[in-house]
């Protein structure tokens, strides 16, 4: 079982930043596939990227390529998404994930097998 608890959202002004990061407990947090999703109101749950356990592939939506980063601490079962050049279009609700280490499908958020409760950001214009 793995629990995840988000923190860092909040309300910041367009082309400004911010870091979401994702507590996990359990042991085995290392070897978890993290993800990063994010809903906005009356819109799908979308991905946003993701970084693997064991070598640390990195993956990207294409909406946030270039923006984005994932990065995670191991030792601190920490994944944070820093967030730059913050558009309107990013306000959602953003929720981390844990997937097994041998998900594939990394941008499908059934793939995962916990989530967080989520964190809201909001980007004024």
């Known amino acids: 079982q793995v629990q995840l608890v988000e923190s860092g959202g909040g309300l910041v002004q367009a082309g400004g930043s911010l870091r979401l990061s994702c507590a996990a407990s359990g042991r085995t947090f290392s070897s978890y596939v993290m993800g990063w999703f994010r809903q906005a109101p009356g819109k799908e749950r979308e991905f946003v990227g993701a970084i693997r356990g064991s070598g640390g592939r990195l993956y990207y939506a294409d909406a946030v390529k270039g923006r984005f980063t994932i990065s995670r601490d191991n030792a601190k079962n920490t994944v944070y998404l820093q967030m730059n050049s913050l558009k309107p279009e990013d306000t959602a609700v953003y929720y981390c994930?844990?997937?097994?280490?041998?998900?594939?499908?990394?941008?499908?958020?059934?793939?995962?097998?916990?989530w967080g409760q989520g964190t809201q950001v909001t980007v004024s214009s």
């Open positions: 994930a844990a997937g097994d280490p041998s998900t594939t499908l990394v941008v499908v958020a059934t793939h995962y097998d916990y």
